[in-house]
């Protein structure tokens, strides 16, 4: 464990950054940067260097995808044929570049099941789509 204390451009007083290395060293590892709001409400402000804002609370999908058109439009209808309710959607993404974006989709309720998380099928269908 390490910790580094530097100022931060974000405009929030305090953030927290963490890694998870992986098992393996041809992976990459995985690392976040995020808030504690004064009504105490988690925020995460980037996922592996991407930025974005997000409430941290209830059922989360993370997703990674390529900045094309359509996308948003997918998912959405995806998840309502598995008639799942989409409470927030956050979208991050270079605003210049067509390269990688991350979605972090906060859910109403469960998944088809009754889960709180996402079936196998559930997961492929949002696999199936061409730009996640």
């Not at 305090?14 to 009504?39: C, I, K, M, Q, W």
């Not at 804002?53 to 993370?62: H, V």
Request: hydrophobic fraction near 30%.
């Amino acid at each position: 464990m390490e910790e580094e204390t530097r100022r931060r451009e974000h405009g929030f007083p305090n953030t927290l950054e963490v890694s998870a290395l992986p098992e393996r060293p041809d992976r990459p590892r995985f690392y976040s940067e995020g808030t504690v709001l004064h009504d105490g409400s988690p925020r995460v402000l980037q996922i592996e260097g991407i930025p974005l804002e997000a409430q941290l609370e209830g059922t989360i999908l993370y997703l990674r995808n390529r900045d094309e058109p359509g996308v948003i439009g997918q998912i959405g209808t995806t998840l309502g044929k598995l008639g799942v309710n989409i409470a927030t959607f956050a979208l991050g993404g270079e605003k210049r570049s067509a390269g990688p974006c991350c979605l972090v989709v906060r859910v109403d309720g469960r998944f088809c099941g009754g889960s709180r998380a996402p079936s196998g099928r559930s997961l492929r269908l949002l696999r199936r789509s061409s730009c996640i």
